[in-house]
Nanobody, 120 residues
Framework: QVQLVESGGGLVQAGDSLRLSCAAS????????MGWFRQAPGKEREFVGR????????NYADSVKGRFTVSRDNAKKTVYLQMNSLKPEDTAVYYC?????????????WGQGTQVTVSS
C-alpha cells in the first residue's frame, strides 16, 4: 500500500524559506516521478513542481519558478520542496504525489498534506 507522509510545514513571514519533506513507501520509489501540489482556501489544487525518477529532470509552475526547488534522495525514499522568498500567496496545504506507474509523469496518489502559512 502506498503511503506518502509530508512534513515541514509551518508559519513563516514573507521572504523566509521553508523546506518540506515527503517520505514514501509502498512503491519502488527510485523508479517513480514525484511531484508537489498545493491547495489554497477556496481554490482548486494546483501543480507546483515535479522531479523525474532519477532526479535529472524537473519542471515548475510559473508562479514558483526560480523560488522553489524539488529534489529527491532515492536512498531515503524522500522528496523535498525547498521554498525560498515565500510570499503570502504561497499560503496553502502542500501535498506530495507519486507517479501512477514507473517512469510515468502523471500522478495517482497524494499524501495528506502539510500546511504552509506565510504572513505579510
Amino acid at each position: 500500500q502506498v503511503q506518502l507522509v509530508e512534513s515541514g510545514g509551518g508559519l513563516v513571514q514573507a521572504g523566509d524559506s521553508l523546506r518540506l519533506s515527503c517520505a514514501a513507501s509502498g512503491r519502488a520509489f527510485s523508479t517513480y516521478t514525484m511531484g508537489w501540489f498545493r491547495q489554497a482556501p477556496g481554490k482548486e489544487r494546483e501543480f507546483v513542481g515535479r522531479i523525474s525518477w532519477n532526479g535529472i529532470s524537473t519542471n515548475y509552475a510559473d508562479s514558483v519558478k526560480g523560488r522553489f526547488t524539488v529534489s529527491r534522495d532515492n536512498a531515503k525514499k524522500t522528496v523535498y520542496l525547498q521554498m525560498n522568498s515565500l510570499k503570502p500567496e504561497d499560503t496553502a496545504v502542500y501535498y506530495c504525489a507519486i507517479g501512477r506507474a514507473p517512469y510515468s509523469g502523471t500522478f495517482d496518489y497524494w499524501g495528506q498534506g502539510t500546511q504552509v502559512t506565510v504572513s505579510s
